[in-house]
């Protein structure tokens, strides 16, 4: 799924990522950024099942790079945030999976 050099994938994820979180508290704002994303994904072979995986692995990465700085509540609001990103891009692609 993924090119063998990955530099621009790293800085597309940064880039969506940061745009996500200064766009919290309206989530709406960014619906249809993350509809076209999620159908780009599905292009690309990514299916239902493969959310949870990113999800655990992206919360993994995160505990790893704040270190101390990670605690319950910050995961709890970490894995809030992820669940809002997969539901909306599931729900996006739902329709071509059958």
């Not at 249809?32 to 239902?48: D, F, P, S």
């Not at 790079?65 to 709890?76: C, P, Q, R």
Request: proline share 3%; hydrophobic share 40%; net charge negative.
């Amino acid at each position: 799924m993924f090119p063998d050099i990955m530099e621009q994938q790293y800085v597309k994820f940064i880039d969506m990522l940061t745009m996500i979180v200064s766009r919290l508290d309206n989530p709406e704002e960014i619906t249809e950024e993350l509809k076209a994303l999620a159908e780009r994904h599905a292009g690309y072979g990514v299916h239902t099942e493969h959310y949870p995986m990113v999800g655990e692995a992206l919360l993994w990465t995160l505990e790893k790079g704040l270190g101390s700085d990670w605690n319950k509540d910050v995961e709890k609001a970490w894995a809030a945030c992820y669940k809002m990103i997969a539901g909306v891009m599931i729900n996006a692609t739902t329709y071509s999976e059958g």
